[in-house]
């Protein structure tokens, strides 16, 4: 079991490995070759091959970088919440991990208050189904409308509208 960190909260060192990851994850993103052969090939993976970047090589070793997030946040969420392995123990974090990186920009940094406000909007949403009877999907409901807001902002911010004949 992760010590808690905070008597009366469910606030555990597996929080705090998170917190440490996202700034290691950027780092390594936007500071080094691998990280640049990283963007590349999300860019243009037929130019990076022509570039001379090994495409595969980069694809495994970013996929067993995943992987051992991916680990550590099942670790994290045995052993900092949990206590025990079960079978429901993801109630949909995947989606939700999509709604952060959206709402983050892709921007590793951004990964930090993006989880924190979907956090409180989920615990949030669930201390509210327990004191009025509100369904508890309401969450999900605000994710998704938080998510839409954020993709319109970008549209907006990418394309200008303008009418046809205005000089």
């Keep these: ?12 060192l597996g929080v705090v490995a998170a917190f440490v990851a996202a700034p290691v994850i950027w780092f390594l993103i936007a500071r080094t070759t691998l990280g640049f052969r990283i963007r590349v090939i999300g860019e243009n993976p037929e130019a ?63 990964v930090m208050p993006a989880a924190l406000f979907l956090a409180a909007v989920m615990t949030g949403a669930e201390a509210m189904s327990r004191a009025t009877g509100v369904p508890a999907f309401l969450s999900d409901v605000i994710q998704g409308t938080a998510l839409l807001a954020m993709l319109v902002a970008l549209l907006f911010t990418a394309y200008r509208i303008r009418r046809v004949g205005a000089a």
Aim: glycine content about 16%.
């Design 48 to 110: 990076a091959r022509y570039g001379g970047i090994h495409v595969e090589r980069v694809l495994i070793s970013t996929a067993l970088l995943s992987g051992a997030l991916a680990g550590l946040a099942g670790v994290s969420e045995v052993g900092g919440v949990h206590f025990q392995v079960m079978s429901d123990i993801s109630p949909g974090y995947g989606y939700s991990g999509i709604v952060v990186a959206m709402l983050a920009r892709l921007n590793p940094l951004g």
């Design 1 to 12: 079991n992760f010590p808690v960190l905070l008597e009366g909260t469910r606030l555990h």
